[in-house]
């Protein structure tokens, strides 16, 4: 059994980003396409990570996407406000996660769990994440 708390729980979330549904998320079917659904997420990622949580990255450094793990769990349809959940959700050595949960009011329609990773922008290789960068993210920890 896990401890891991449960993503399509709203209460497992500590920073919260609102989107807005447009009509081109939508497909032939008539529902938000899975592409729209990856961009959500993105939407909650970006906003996380710029919330401060990896500033003062050193120059030199990158932050790339590693692997996205996505669970479509509902459909959402047009128009809807979305809100897009972000958590930590654990710290490697060259890498951290961030666990998304995209929301409709109270439907979970979507998780996800994207590992990022720090490299070298000349070598493009992982790196060790910087021990400020760790004690930040370590601050997020929920």
Not at 35 to 62: H, Y
Request: proline share 4%.
């Amino acid at each position: 059994m896990s401890d891991d708390p449960d993503l399509t729980d709203r209460g497992a979330y500590q920073f919260w980003s609102r989107e807005k549904l447009r009509f081109s998320d939508t497909d032939m079917i008539g529902h938000v396409n899975n592409v729209a659904f990856a961009a959500l997420i993105e939407s909650g990622r970006v906003g996380f990570t710029r919330s401060g949580v990896i500033d003062g990255l050193p120059r030199g450094l990158l932050v790339v996407m590693r692997r996205i793990e996505l669970d479509y769990r509902a459909e959402l349809h047009w128009p809807a406000d979305i809100d897009v959940g972000s958590r930590l959700w654990r710290i490697g050595g060259t890498s951290f996660a961030i666990a998304n949960g995209v929301f409709h009011d109270a439907l979970c329609a979507a998780t996800s769990i994207t590992t990022l990773v720090v490299i070298d922008r000349v070598t493009r290789r992982p790196v060790l994440i910087p021990d400020d960068v760790r004690a930040r993210l370590n601050k997020a920890l929920p």
